[in-house]
């Protein structure tokens, strides 16, 4: 049984940067596609960003593209989300899990951008 642990969050200004992480534990995330997801209050919970196995291949939602990098590092059964020029509208809890989502949801992390 896989656990998600998603890190890295917190309070940060419009315009700022934040680095989530994602390990995970008790079986390896190597040979599974990886997603970030993210859910603000009163909304469901949406696609951010999601990585194949290897790595080559990335994909974006809409609001991601061109800010957000997803990346993962297969020695520390880690998976990584690069957050640059952080918008309000980017204020939520974000999740990782497989893409498609197959795993326990873990704790997340909140990420609150102020304006």
């Known amino acids: 049984q896989v656990q998600l642990v998603e890190s890295g969050g917190g309070l940060v200004q419009a315009g700022g940067s934040l680095r989530l992480s994602c390990a995970g534990s008790g079986r390896t995330l190597s040979t599974y596609a990886m997603g970030w997801f993210r859910q603000a209050p009163g909304k469901e919970r949406e696609f951010v960003a999601a990585?194949?196995?290897?790595?080559?291949?990335?994909n974006y939602a809409d609001s991601a593209k061109g800010r957000f990098t997803i990346s993962r590092d297969k020695a520390k059964n880690t998976v990584y989300l690069q957050m640059n020029s952080l918008k309000t509208e980017d204020t939520a809890v974000y999740y990782c899990?497989?893409?498609?989502?197959?795993?326990?949801w873990g704790q997340g992390t909140q990420v609150t951008v102020s304006s």
């Open positions: 899990n497989t893409a498609p989502p197959s795993l326990a």
């Open positions: 990585i194949n196995w290897s790595g080559g291949f990335k």
